[in-house]
């Protein structure tokens, strides 16, 4: 596709549900990534992936974040047992770098975002 | 956590005027970028300055780079009220994560 596309825009849980948010990347992106934005904050890390390897997690704040990339291209973070602290909008961004080696710079293609709201 | 942190965290100027924001990191980078984010919308690249470069010029922005005091500004000169928006500095030193500071809010007035 043209950009970045994720679903759902809006989504309102009741606390204990859990939750799913997709990711569309740029077609023939290799890196994804997902990061949390509280309302006034900037983006937190969550979770990169190269391909469908998941090469970082480190920022996944809890047991209940998981991710996943099966085909290298579709991604899904899921939220179990969602809690108040989780509402947040959850940003997807791709990029077409490759390695750490690679002489282009890691340029960011941001979605539009999933905002969560917990109950 | 986040890595950079830029001030002054919001800012308020008139049309014409220029807008200056900054950010300040820890950590060693391979290059230092500029996002806009537009309220409800998703982040959206500006311009990339990498560490062995000082200054960069992309339309009416500026960007200088310091590694020496892990310091970067960004110059938007001439704003228009469709500047308005959050600005966020973002480092990538090369592990594949790029992290990003807190953000300036931007209002120009017209």
């Known amino acids: 596709g043209a950009g970045v596309s994720q679903s759902p825009r809006y989504k309102v849980a009741k606390r204990g549900q859990d939750v799913a948010l997709r990711c569309d990347p740029i077609?023939?992106?290799?890196?994804l990534f997902w990061y949390q934005q509280a309302l006034g904050q900037g983006p937190e890390f969550l979770t990169y992936?190269?391909?469908?390897?998941?090469?970082?997690k480190s920022g996944l704040p809890s047991d209940r974040f998981f991710a996943e990339r099966p085909e290298g291209s579709v991604s899904t973070l899921k939220i179990q047992r969602t809690q108040q602290e989780d509402s947040a909008v959850y940003l997807c961004?791709?990029?077409?770098?490759?390695?750490?080696?690679?002489?282009?710079?890691?340029?960011?293609?941001f979605g539009a975002g999933s905002r969560l709201t917990v109950l | 956590s986040q890595q950079g942190e830029e001030d002054p965290q919001a800012l308020s100027i008139q049309e014409g005027e220029n807008a200056t924001m900054n950010c300040s990191y820890k950590?060693?980078?391979?290059?230092l970028q500029w996002y806009r984010q537009n309220s409800g919308r998703g982040l959206v690249h500006l311009i990339l300055?990498?560490?062995?470069?000082r200054e960069k010029h992309s339309g009416r922005l500026r960007v200088t780079l310091d590694t020496s005091k892990k310091s970067s500004s960004l110059l938007i000169t001439a704003s228009r009220a469709a500047d308005t928006a959050s600005y966020f500095c973002?480092?990538?030193?090369?592990?594949?994560?790029?992290?990003f500071g807190a953000g300036t809010r931007l209002t120009v007035k017209p």
């Open positions: 973002a480092t990538d030193s090369g592990d594949n994560d790029m992290r």
């Open positions: 300055i990498r560490s062995n470069e």
């Open positions: 950590t060693s980078i391979n290059n």
């Open positions: 961004a791709s990029s077409l770098r490759r390695d750490i080696n690679a002489s282009g710079a890691n340029v960011l293609t």
């Open positions: 992936f190269q391909n469908e390897a998941q090469l970082d």
């Open positions: 077609s023939g992106h290799v890196s």
